[in-house]
């Protein structure tokens, strides 16, 4: 099955600082790769995902690569800021619907 | 509101119980998935339905875990003979194609 690991687990920067985290997942076979975040005691949402027939998908301050070929993708968000704190969930959906997901990054933007 | 939603949001319960859940989809979403998410970790896949059909179920999942979607809409979990190890948070989700979105969760826990 899918194996999805993400790094760093925890990750300060300060406001208007850019913040990256990176993914690798071990099945080929995957071909969406999700982005959700979580706050404190909320479910998580969906904030961007990727597909793999690109390389990289933007959305105002927030933006997605991946690389098939090395079988990583990371999470880049620009001019952070405190709201942006929260837990963020990378995953890869193995080319079936079970989606299997990362351990987490705990990003907190300092003021 | 037209999103995912969840029922009960809170449950106690006392070991060797059995607790059942439900989760009522985004209406016109066909896909419905249910994870279970515990402290500090990303969600974990249990199951998914197509429409009524239960078309995968994670290794993980024990006999005493069942999971049911009789009219193809809402869908219930339910726990068997609750152990500690239970206490978790239960998550719905469902989805039109790839983008899953979550429900606010069931947070159980087996005393």
């Known amino acids: 099955g899918e194996n999805v690991e993400q790094h760093p687990s925890t990750l300060s920067v300060q406001e208007g600082d850019s913040a990256v985290i990176k993914c690798t997942y071990s099945d080929s076979a995957s071909n969406y790769f999700p982005w959700y975040k979580q706050e404190l005691g909320k479910r998580p949402q969906l904030i961007i995902d990727i597909r793999s027939n690109v390389g990289e998908k933007k959305d105002q301050r927030i933006a997605v690569t991946l690389n098939k070929t090395a079988k990583h993708f990371s999470l880049h968000i620009t001019e952070t800021q405190p709201e942006d704190s929260a837990v963020y969930f990378c995953a890869a959906n193995g080319g079936y619907q079970k989606v299997t997901f990362g351990t987490g990054t705990k990003l907190q933007v300092i003021p | 509101d037209t999103g995912v939603s969840q029922d009960p949001r809170h449950k106690i319960t006392k070991r060797g119980q059995n607790v059942t859940f439900r989760c009522d989809p985004i209406s016109e979403h066909n896909r419905l998935y249910w994870y279970r998410q515990t402290l500090g970790q990303g969600p974990e896949f249990l199951t998914y339905?197509?429409?009524?059909?239960?078309?995968?179920k994670s290794r993980l999942l024990s006999d005493r875990f069942s999971a049911e979607r009789p009219k193809g809409s809402f869908s219930t979990l339910e726990i068997q003979r609750t152990e500690q190890g239970d206490s978790a948070m239960y998550l719905c989700?469902?989805?039109?194609?790839?983008?899953?979105?979550f429900g606010p969760g069931t947070r159980l826990t087996v005393t």
């Open positions: 989700a469902s989805s039109l194609f790839d983008e899953q979105y």
């Open positions: 339905f197509q429409n009524e059909a239960q078309l995968e």
